[in-house]
């Protein structure tokens, strides 16, 4: 089924170009536009270049988009020479960008009114996971549309899961990343806590990954914290963008997130610091200039 | 080498019961002292009763501490008829309770005074962990002294280290227990936000359990958050007791702890909807209450 869907892809960046990459490493036939042109590599690689998003639109059976954020992806659906311009019945956007809930919505149904369809498939994994092919992969949309895109998606990914209707994907991945922020923030606190009582954080840290504070973020994050590496990994800046997705979200629905807006805060502190692109667990550098101590400095007294 | 030491255990409560049977079970020579009086059972399994601490500590070699808060454990060393008054040199106490670390480094010195040593040697894994032997234990005081109490303490549970210094079990304590909150807080803006938004959370729980938003407490007490099941498990009055432990900590030793006390509030308001013995993870009532919808209820509009 998939060997005949032909694909597009727009949005060719550090996610994107891999993504449309692995696409053709199973023959896919693809056709791709991003702002600063195709590269030269996926041209020989057979995609072929297009001028416009409406231009991929009019070659491709599932559209796949890979765009920064929320009004990337209005522009590129529904602006000048965009997709909707030749959008047809039983076509399929795809767009895999991080972008709000509420807007996927939106875009949706406003898809679906030329009788095409939606699915919303943010991943995780960054540009690591992108370039394996091991993105996980969160979707929302129809059973049956998920099933069609199915084997396109298991060439970018590996735990790909549909969520529910329009929207659930981008739910949630907001959810992961309240979830990974937050556990930062907590392994911070612990952390540093610690190390001002004059104590081993480190140790700390491996005495806990036995038990109930066991997670991913003890074990990786948590190590940076203690080793001082906050070289990205993700970036501050882009996790400051999610978070404002999640807030925006809890605003719209009435939904108080404390947590995350403790995240964002001590994110800013980092900005002010210089930090925008330090990797997410240097967070812990706002907790740390606020106690006045470094984890694994010498507690005085 | 531990064969030949005689134990004491002092309070035999939910945890020290069960704690004092296991040494038993080793045929460790075990006296013991608790305030409503020593069991039958454990009478006719061999322990000798004591009248007070102080009996005990007259007794023993290793003295077992495994009481509720600070203050009963300085009743217990230092009061009427306390451990302190028959305290000899080369006698090791061990406290198991979760207490002050800042108290805790004052214990010790005052029993060091006397010529004896001091472990503090808290636990995680509860009355499950406790009756298994399988709880894990985080213990700060020398090397040397931890190392003859150690089989011991091998007879009580499984993943046991030595963390730094005298106080930093209860460092590690407390930094466990300020994960666990945070990260039950995380899960629960997460699961509540999707909900709200009108997605299963279980279905989000599931696909966030491969990537880095996956942890113990998302695996568990996400569970339980989705399931709807607030029966300890561990209460919240007992966590509501460890977060204060955090709390003055980090005001000692002007630590910021902004999730922390995110998580106390969280934990005072389920008190005052008489969630004081819901298990931990009801936190997210509390978030609930405020967002006006449950996890799991159709989400309106």
Same mark, same amino acid.
């Given at each position: 089924?998939?060997?005949?869907?032909?694909?597009?892809?727009?949005?060719?960046?550090?996610?994107?170009?891999?993504?449309?990459?692995?696409?053709?490493?199973?023959?896919?036939?693809?056709?791709?536009?991003?702002?600063?042109?195709?590269?030269?590599?996926?041209?020989?690689?057979?995609?072929?270049?297009?001028?416009?998003?409406?231009?991929?639109?009019?070659?491709?059976?599932?559209?796949?988009?890979?765009?920064?954020?929320?009004?990337?992806?209005?522009?590129?659906?529904?602006?000048?020479?965009?997709?909707?311009?030749?959008?047809?019945?039983?076509?399929?956007?795809?767009?895999?960008?991080?972008?709000?809930?509420?807007?996927?919505?939106g875009?949706?149904?406003?898809?679906?009114?030329?009788?095409?369809?939606?699915?919303?498939?943010p991943?995780?994994?960054?540009?690591? &996971?992108?370039? *394996?092919? /091991?993105?996980?992969?969160? #979707?929302? @949309?129809?059973?049956? $549309?998920?099933?069609?895109? %199915? +084997?396109?998606?298991?060439?970018?990914?590996?735990?790909?899961?549909?969520?529910?209707?329009?929207?659930?994907?981008?739910?949630?991945?907001?959810?992961?990343?309240?979830?990974?922020?937050?556990?930062?923030?907590?392994?911070?606190?612990?952390?540093?806590?610690?190390?001002?009582?004059?104590?081993?954080?480190e140790?700390?840290?491996?005495?806990?990954? &036995?038990?109930? *504070?066991s /997670?991913?973020?003890?074990? #990786?994050? @948590?190590?940076r914290? $203690?080793?001082?590496?906050? %070289? +990205?990994?993700?970036?501050?800046?882009?996790?400051?963008?999610?978070l404002?997705?999640?807030?925006?979200?809890?605003q719209?629905?009435?939904?108080?997130?404390?947590?995350?807006?403790t995240?964002?805060?001590?994110?800013?502190?980092?900005?002010?610091?210089?930090?925008?692109?330090?990797?997410?667990?240097?967070?812990?550098?706002?907790?740390?200039?606020?106690?006045?101590?470094?984890?694994?400095?010498?507690?005085?007294?």
């Amino acid at each position: 089924m998939s060997q005949t869907l032909k694909a597009g892809f727009i949005g060719l960046g550090i996610m994107g170009r891999p993504m449309a990459e692995n696409l053709r490493k199973h023959n896919v036939t693809l056709a791709a536009y991003t702002r600063s042109g195709v590269p030269d590599e996926l041209k020989q690689a057979g995609v072929v270049a297009c001028d416009s998003a409406a231009d991929v639109a009019a070659q491709a059976d599932v559209i796949f988009i890979m765009v920064p954020d929320t009004p990337d992806v209005e522009r590129v659906l529904f602006g000048e020479n965009g997709v909707a311009q030749s959008l047809r019945a039983g076509q399929i956007v795809v767009d895999m960008s991080s972008i709000s809930p509420m807007a996927t919505r939106g875009f949706g149904a406003r898809v679906r009114e030329k009788g095409a369809d939606y699915l919303d498939a943010p991943v995780s994994g960054g540009e690591v &996971g992108a370039k *394996a092919a /091991s993105l996980t992969i969160m #979707v929302g @949309g129809s059973q049956a $549309t998920f099933d069609k895109v %199915k +084997p396109l998606l298991d060439m970018m990914g590996k735990n790909i899961s549909l969520i529910g209707e329009v929207g659930a994907g981008q739910v949630c991945k907001v959810a992961n990343q309240v979830i990974v922020a937050a556990t930062i923030e907590a392994v911070g606190e612990a952390l540093l806590l610690a190390s001002k009582a004059g104590v081993d954080a480190e140790k700390v840290r491996t005495a806990l990954m &036995g038990g109930f *504070a066991s /997670s991913r973020i003890l074990e #990786v994050h @948590g190590e940076r914290m $203690t080793k001082r590496t906050f %070289k +990205p990994g993700f970036r501050i800046e882009l996790h400051q963008k999610d978070l404002n997705l999640a807030l925006s979200t809890g605003q719209a629905l009435g939904v108080p997130l404390p947590a995350t807006s403790t995240c964002q805060m001590l994110f800013n502190a980092c900005s002010a610091h210089g930090g925008n692109a330090w990797d997410h667990s240097g967070m812990v550098r706002a907790l740390e200039i606020m106690a006045n101590h470094e984890i694994g400095q010498k507690a005085k007294g």
